[in-house]
């Protein structure tokens, strides 16, 4: 199924924090960042962050979002087109310093890595903002048509830089997060196919991220022990627990973040059934604490096994 327009600028703002991540790792490394990457960094950003991804919003989504009653002048629209024309400058400042180091200034190297993390810091709010307010406020204005229209013009604009401009900058994104180690397995599965094996796994997940807000929970569309609904994405997690145990939320999440947990488990008995309720610190390969895993288990047929199994029925 091709994917919507909030899927493909979502995407967009995925791809480009982890290309963000994987520059800033390797100025932190002691031979500091190939040229080859640094290079290869501008272009993702000058030709496909603003030349692209901008432009799909400026030209397509934000004057559709003006039509539909967001207000440009004074509202969330203004906002967002001036943290454009400010990453615009200090996207100018960051390609300054690149063609400098390029041309073999290495003094200018620390005056770079602060620029892109200016940069950087500066776009992932952005991205923030767009992701988690924009977009939904938009989906929740348009009319019949309207998503169709937004993303004919992002095909448009894509189109107009050349065939498969998409999958040819997301293929430069994974070189330049290949180029630090940055390449998790799943890079090269698709997100729906990644939600379908998530789904499939006989236990129920959910996560909330480092700021405690809930980012995801698996088997939406199945029965599940503790149901869930969309609305509690985005949501801080001690919102969605009774106030009776929230010290003990804050508790499991302050010794995650502080390193001195890494598992917190409980199980209930619920209607005849017995709940294994665990969760877990979810942290990188860097060892950053990236947030909480709760996984839930109906383990009743688990705990009822006996002797062997060693052929099938
Ligand atoms: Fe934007
Ligand atoms: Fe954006």
Redesign the pocket.
């Known amino acids: 199924m091709s994917k919507t327009w909030s899927e493909i600028l979502i995407d967009d703002h995925q791809t480009t924090e982890r290309v963000f991540d994987a520059v800033l790792q390797a100025f932190a490394t002691p031979a500091g960042p190939p040229l080859r990457l640094v290079l290869k960094f501008r272009s993702y950003v000058r030709e496909y962050v603003d030349g692209c991804?901008?432009k799909k919003?400026e030209d397509h989504l934000f004057p559709l979002a003006e039509a539909r009653g967001v207000p440009r002048q004074g509202g969330p629209l203004a906002v967002?087109l001036m943290?454009?024309e400010q990453s615009r400058q200090a996207l100018e400042l960051v390609t300054q310093l690149v063609d400098r180091y390029s041309a073999g200034e290495a003094g200018v190297l620390e005056e770079l890595r602060e620029a892109i993390e200016g940069y950087a810091s500066l776009l992932k709010g952005?991205?923030w903002k767009?992701t988690d307010v924009l977009y939904p406020m938009v989906r929740r204005l348009m009319e019949p048509g309207d998503d169709a229209q937004v993303l004919a013009g992002i095909e448009a604009t894509e189109a107009a830089l050349g065939p498969d401009t998409r999958a040819k900058y997301y293929g430069l994104a994974k070189e330049i997060c290949g180029m630090v180690g940055l390449d998790p397995l799943s890079f090269a599965l698709a997100p729906d196919v990644l939600a379908a094996i998530l789904d499939t796994l006989p236990v129920e997940l959910s996560f909330v991220d480092a700021e405690d807000t809930v980012r995801y929970f698996s088997h939406e569309h199945h029965d599940k022990i503790f149901p869930r609904t969309r609305g509690s994405i985005g949501v801080k997690v001690q919102q969605c627990h009774p106030a009776k145990s929230v010290h003990l939320v804050n508790r499991i999440l302050a010794d995650f973040k502080a390193g001195k947990k890494r598992v917190a488990e409980f199980w209930i008995d619920l209607g005849g059934r017995r709940v294994h309720i665990r969760y877990f610190a979810v942290r990188n390969p860097q060892g950053q604490y990236l947030g909480c895993l709760e996984v839930v288990q109906d383990i009743t047929a688990i705990q009822a096994l006996t002797g062997e199994r060693r052929l099938l029925d």
């Open positions: 991804h901008n919003e967002m943290e454009h952005h991205f767009e």
